[in-house]
């Protein structure tokens, strides 16, 4: 079906329909009140024909009780009817034989006003019987007062009532009319409707009139049919049938008209829209009118001008579009700055929910959630102080997601914030976990909504939607999206830091591995050198290891290793690095520390891996203490080399000499022949003392550590845990 004849359909039911249903109800209407108004009037003139009927018995009533109490029965009963009381007396005794009669009695049968149901069949007179008694009391028999039921009766009580009244004659057959008011062509149609009706309803006649039975019923003995016609006009129905088609014809037009006017701007529209489909941008639809489908072709040639401008902006600078995809790609790809990634995920969390302010927390060691990331609480989370803001596991909001692994959003009541949550009016926190598949059984994504708590990488949580506003399940979707990508960016900035640190670490003994020592080393060089300061580098090596293989198993030999390198971990400074060379042989590299503050070190790392005997379990799986020793050589530079691969050449040779004087000692490297030209001079000032021993002191533009090997003897200080 077409746009114009949807129009034209629309149109006819929108204007022809309240017509018709008007006309329908007008009709409707119109009949309803007629017959409302023809029933109420019957039920008027069936109460009076009741009235009447009543009033004529009692007449008789009154008459036959008048002739009973005289005893003159023939004067009385003369009387009677000459006053007009009744038509005709009768008196009769007992045995049924009639003593006395009027003249003029009306034909059998009578019809008794007193009848409790009053039987069928013709009525030609009522009848009021009275017993005739003596002054004992004894019947002696009765009077009859009687009154013919003729024409002009059923005049009277048309004249009362207002209606035509019909006396139905049903002595034999079917119903037929004894006497009437009504016209000689409505009778047939009141008998037809008044046949099969119970008393007291109320029915209509094929010619416009309303029937009514009355009677007979006890106190009313007559069968009666009451008639009132229709005071609907005349030929409403075709008057409203004409209304309707001469309105059902203007609505045609004038939908066709209205449809045609519609639907040709649309067409050309259409075509237009067609041309541009095929590529052809300068369609035009011409305008026609002011309306809104004028100033949809306005808009339309509008559109088409600037999409060809947009087409040549476009085609201009895909390539330049698809070289920065590629850029964006690779970055995001390779880039490890998780501040960075986390800080974008947020961001971009804020802009897509409307929300004013939020946070990444990450799960740290010890239970707790640490803030990585906020914006919107001027820099900082709320209570926090210099240091960065953390959340215990199950406290407050984001303590509980982190902890139970199920997301929360809702509306803050008037009650103060819980402790760990920011002041807000509404939020929403999703938790996130490492990506399944990444070597941790049973990890899932935090878009399943159930994170187990002991996987949990942490919180993704937004406060306040701006216009005040509770977030919904889009924004949870929204936000689950984010959260997950997040998981992914943390999980791989952990995954690269942990192969970093697999790489750079010897899996024996957690010690940085010698990759690892070249670039500390030529490190701590280079920042020696540019601002004149000192680096001594220890290298260790057991006494007699291969002795232990040998002996004990290479089982224990690791357990020996294991247990050095722990000791010499607990014995060096947070500023310290200490590395497995390889074998026996370890490394340990003291920033801004001079020759006294090595043999310091040297000395203390000795009396630590001698003070106390290594326990291993041997061949025959029983536990054996062993007695381990070290030998230490020590360099120092710029005293002993200028480039740190000779400073540790330079500390193995003090090594050798160390075994060479018996083991279990340490010894400096020799100081080297003063050199006509430095690549990198030393200021006179960084010169070794007289004693021979190079250190770090007053006045000497350098200074250690408070409490560093530089400085004497200090506490031990903590390991990294590497």
């Known amino acids: 079906?077409?746009?114009?004849?949807?129009?034209?359909?629309?149109?006819?039911?929108?204007?022809?329909?309240?017509?018709?249903?008007?006309?329908?109800?007008?009709?409707?209407?119109?009949?309803?009140?007629?017959?409302?108004?023809?029933?109420?009037?019957?039920?008027?003139?069936?109460?009076?024909?009741?009235?009447?009927?009543?009033?004529?018995?009692?007449?008789?009533?009154?008459?036959?009780?008048?002739?009973?109490?005289?005893?003159?029965?023939?004067?009385?009963?003369?009387?009677?009817?000459?006053?007009?009381?009744?038509?005709?007396?009768?008196?009769?005794?007992?045995?049924?034989?009639?003593?006395?009669?009027?003249?003029?009695?009306?034909?059998?049968?009578?019809?008794?006003?007193?009848?409790?149901?009053?039987?069928?069949?013709?009525?030609?007179?009522?009848?009021?019987?009275?017993?005739?008694?003596?002054?004992?009391?004894?019947?002696?028999?009765?009077?009859?007062?009687?009154?013919?039921?003729?024409?002009?009766?059923?005049?009277?009580?048309?004249?009362?009532?207002?209606?035509?009244?019909?006396?139905?004659?049903?002595?034999?057959?079917?119903?037929?009319?004894?006497?009437?008011?009504?016209?000689?062509?409505?009778?047939?149609?009141?008998?037809?409707?008044?046949?099969?009706?119970?008393?007291?309803?109320?029915?209509?006649?094929?010619?416009?009139?309303?029937?009514?039975?009355?009677?007979?019923?006890?106190?009313?003995?007559?069968?009666?049919?009451?008639s009132v016609p229709s005071n609907q006009p005349p030929g409403l129905h075709a008057v409203l049938v004409a209304v309707v088609l001469l309105a059902a014809l203007l609505g045609v037009a004038a939908a066709w008209r209205l449809a045609r006017v519609t639907t040709r701007p649309l067409v050309e529209l259409a075509g237009a829209v067609d041309r541009v489909a095929a590529g052809d941008l300068t369609a035009r639809v011409p305008v026609r009118s002011g309306d809104e489908i004028g100033r949809l072709a306005v808009a339309f040639n509008r559109m088409t001008r600037e999409t060809g401008g947009y087409l040549a902006a476009l085609a201009s600078s895909r390539d330049q579009l698809r070289g920065h995809l590629a850029v964006l790609g690779d970055t995001l790809a390779s880039t490890h700055d998780l501040q960075r990634i986390l800080r974008l995920i947020l961001h971009s969390a804020l802009a897509a929910t409307g929300a004013r302010a939020g946070a990444v927390l990450l799960t740290e060691p010890g239970g707790v959630l640490v803030a990585q990331c906020t914006e919107g609480f001027d820099g900082r989370w709320p209570g926090a102080g210099a240091g960065a803001p953390t959340v215990p596991l199950g406290g407050g909001v984001v303590g509980t997601v982190a902890a139970t692994g199920q997301p929360r959003r809702g509306r803050v009541g008037p009650a103060p914030a819980e402790p760990g949550d920011p002041p807000c009016r509404t939020y929403i926190a999703v938790p996130f976990a490492a990506p399944a598949g990444r070597g941790e059984p049973g990890s899932i994504s935090a878009a399943d909504g159930d994170t187990p708590a002991e996987l949990a990488l942490g919180v993704l949580a937004l406060y306040d939607r701006l216009g005040g506003e509770e977030f919904d399940d889009d924004d949870l979707i929204t936000l689950r999206t984010f959260a997950g990508h997040a998981a992914v960016a943390v999980?791989?900035?952990?995954?690269?830091?942990?192969?970093?640190?697999?790489?750079?670490?010897?899996?024996?003994?957690?010690?940085?591995?010698?990759?690892?020592?070249?670039?500390?080393?030529?490190?701590?060089?280079?920042?020696?050198?540019?601002?004149?300061?000192?680096?001594?580098?220890?290298?260790?090596?057991?006494?007699?290891?291969?002795?232990?293989?040998?002996?004990?198993?290479?089982?224990?030999?690791?357990?020996?290793?294991?247990?050095?390198?722990?000791?010499?971990?607990?014995?060096?400074?947070?500023?310290?690095?200490?590395?497995?060379?390889?074998?026996?042989?370890?490394?340990?590299?003291?920033?801004?520390?001079?020759?006294?503050?090595?043999?310091?070190?040297?000395?203390?790392?000795?009396?630590?891996?001698?003070?106390?005997?290594?326990?291993?379990?041997?061949?025959?799986?029983?536990?054996?203490?062993?007695?381990?020793?070290?030998?230490?050589?020590?360099?120092?530079?710029p005293d002993h080399a200028d480039t740190g691969p000779q400073v540790l050449q330079a500390a193995d040779e003090a090594l050798y000499a160390a075994k060479a004087a018996g083991r279990d000692t340490w010894r400096v490297a020799s100081a080297r022949e003063a050199s006509v030209t430095r690549e990198m001079p030393v200021p006179p000032a960084a010169r070794s003392p007289s004693d021979g021993l190079p250190r770090a002191g007053p006045g000497t533009g350098r200074t250690g550590p408070p409490g560093g090997a530089s400085s004497g003897p200090h506490p031990p200080g903590r390991g990294h845990g590497r």
């Open 1 to 226: 079906m077409t746009l114009r004849g949807r129009l034209t359909a629309a149109f006819l039911a929108v204007a022809f329909g309240p017509v018709l249903l008007g006309a329908v109800f007008v009709a409707s209407t119109v009949t309803a009140v007629d017959r409302s108004r023809a029933t109420e009037r019957l039920a008027v003139a069936a109460t009076a024909v009741r009235t009447s009927i009543d009033a004529l018995c009692q007449q008789l009533r009154a008459a036959a009780d008048a002739v009973a109490l005289t005893a003159d029965h023939a004067g009385a009963a003369t009387q009677a009817v000459s006053r007009g009381l009744a038509a005709a007396v009768l008196v009769t005794d007992v045995t049924g034989r009639v003593s006395h009669a009027t003249p003029d009695a009306p034909p059998a049968p009578w019809r008794d006003c007193a009848a409790p149901q009053p039987p069928g069949g013709s009525v030609s007179a009522l009848v009021v019987r009275v017993e005739l008694r003596d002054t004992a009391g004894m019947t002696l028999g009765t009077v009859a007062a009687a009154q013919p039921v003729d024409p002009a009766l059923i005049a009277r009580l048309a004249a009362v009532t207002g209606v035509a009244v019909t006396l139905l004659d049903g002595a034999s057959g079917p119903a037929q009319v004894a006497h009437t008011t009504e016209s000689a062509g409505g009778r047939d149609a009141v008998l037809a409707a008044a046949a099969s009706l119970p008393d007291g309803r109320v029915s209509g006649t094929t010619d416009g009139r309303y029937v009514r039975r009355a009677g007979p019923t006890t106190g009313q003995p007559l069968p009666l049919v009451l």
């Open 491 to 637: 999980d791989n900035v952990r995954v690269h830091e942990e192969n970093q640190r697999l790489s750079l670490t010897d899996p024996l003994t957690g010690l940085w591995n010698y990759r690892y020592l070249r670039e500390s080393l030529r490190r701590e060089v280079e920042r020696a050198s540019r601002f004149g300061r000192m680096v001594s580098v220890l290298v260790l090596d057991l006494d007699r290891f291969k002795t232990v293989n040998d002996t004990y198993g290479h089982a224990a030999g690791d357990t020996v290793l294991a247990e050095f390198a722990r000791r010499v971990r607990g014995e060096i400074r947070e500023v310290d690095l200490a590395f497995r060379q390889g074998g026996e042989e370890f490394v340990v590299l003291l920033p801004e520390t001079d020759a006294r503050g090595a043999t310091i070190v040297a000395e203390r790392l000795g009396a630590a891996v001698r003070g106390a005997p290594v326990v291993v379990v041997g061949h025959t799986g029983v536990r054996e203490p062993i007695q381990v020793t070290v030998s230490i050589g020590i360099a120092v530079f």
